[in-house]
């Protein structure tokens, strides 16, 4: 059964860090560029950063650049998403998912979701 599963969320003081994973099973993410997508109230999904299956590259949205760093450790078959100095408007459920057409920010274009973990920036 394929399966992507995050963890890491939680409520963090605006300001902080928080890593989230997201672990996959029943498949291996070798061959597959993982994303990580954002869904805040009453929004669309959104594309928050992406890397590629194989030469590294990455895709970063403008409103996170310089804060978040994805990386993957497929021996884990695992990708991570550092953020740091987190603001509250990044306050949201984050989703990994996994696309077999290379790195991209189109939900549409990913072929395997996780049910999300929240994330809560707050004083």
């Known amino acids: 059964q394929v399966q992507l599963v995050e963890s890491g969320g939680g409520l963090v003081q605006p300001g902080g860090s928080l890593r989230l994973s997201c672990a996959a099973s029943g498949f291996t993410l070798d061959y597959y560029a993982i994303g990580w997508f954002l869904q805040a109230p009453g929004k669309e999904r959104e594309g928050v950063s992406c890397?590629?299956?194989?030469?590294?590259?990455?895709y970063y949205a403008d409103s996170v650049k310089g804060r978040f760093t994805i990386s993957r450790d497929n021996a884990k078959n695992t990708v991570y998403l550092q953020m740091n100095s987190l603001k509250p408007e990044d306050t949201a459920v984050y989703y990994c998912a996994a696309s077999s057409d290379g790195v991209n920010s189109d939900p549409r274009a990913m072929d395997y979701w996780g049910k999300g973990t929240l994330v809560t920036v707050s004083s």
């Open positions: 890397i590629s299956s194989s030469d590294g590259s990455t």
